[in-house]
């Protein structure tokens, strides 16, 4: 049975333009920093951290430090929505 609570976090986590297109972004070209995101899609680096913040919370994505930068990539959900909704971007 789907896990009700967690799917309607990741939903609300995904129901902002600027976060789909972070994960447009992200499924196109991997593993990549903020600050090449917020370039990417037209963003502050402030407003891309706060929005990559959310969607981390919500699992979608996973990070990797490596020296002083920190970079995001696309997570595997577990809620087959999720995947479906990642799948179309």
Do not use: D
């Not at 009700?4 to 991997?30: T, Y």
């Not at 959310?54 to 930068?69: D, E, T």
């Amino acid at each position: 049975m789907t896990n009700l609570p967690q799917l309607e976090h990741n939903l609300k986590a995904l129901s902002n333009l600027k976060r789909l297109q972070i994960c447009a972004f992200l499924k196109k070209n991997g593993s990549t920093s903020v600050g090449e995101i917020a370039k990417a899609i037209g963003s502050s680096l402030r407003a891309t951290s706060q929005n990559i913040k959310i969607l981390y919370s919500a699992g979608l994505l996973v990070r990797r430090k490596r020296n002083f930068f920190v970079f995001y990539r696309i997570a595997s959900p577990q809620e087959e929505p999720i995947r479906k909704i990642l799948s179309v971007l």
